[in-house]
């Protein structure tokens, strides 16, 4: 065996599962874009503030309006299953013609509108560009 050898790369971060799969979303708010910073100080004690990356990070708040209690048990389940995990997964939004890869921001809001029709409000981050 040589100095160097065949190592395979598997890809840092994959989706499991994807958005698309679910009911479709009702309605998306408008996103919220970011970049991250990094701050430092100087022997100074200046604060230098500057952006990590010229990526805009997207931060979308996705909505199911007037869905069945079978439709709300299915994005339940797909939620619980990523969220405490932190588990990635695929979503397209309504702007975009690829997948993009997300994962859950925020706790649900599941809300009751009648006996068997409900309201599902959650928020996602973009995790790659």
């Known amino acids: 065996m040589g100095l160097f050898a ?11 599962g994807s958005l698309n799969t679910l009911p479709p979303v009702e309605f998306v708010r408008q996103p919220i874009y970011i970049r991250e910073k990094v701050i ?3 022997e100074l004690n200046y ?4 952006v990590k990356n010229v990526i805009l990070w997207r931060i ?6 007037n869905i069945s209690k079978v439709n709300r048990d299915l994005i ?11 588990i990635p997964f ?10 993009l890869l997300f994962h859950f ?8 509108i009648n006996p068997n ?7 996602i981050e973009q995790l790659t560009p």
């Open 60 to 65: 979308e708040n996705i909505v199911w309006e």
């Open 90 to 99: 695929l979503w397209t939004p309504p702007t975009e013609s690829s997948a």
């Open 105 to 112: 921001s925020s706790q649900m809001v599941d809300s009751k």
């Open 40 to 42: 430092s100080k100087t």
């Open 76 to 86: 339940v389940a797909f939620y619980d299953s990523h969220f405490g995990q932190d």
């Open 117 to 123: 029709v409900y309201s599902i409000n959650v928020e």
């Open 6 to 16: 065949k190592i395979s790369i598997t890809p840092e971060v994959s989706g499991v």
């Open 47 to 50: 604060k230098l503030i500057r």
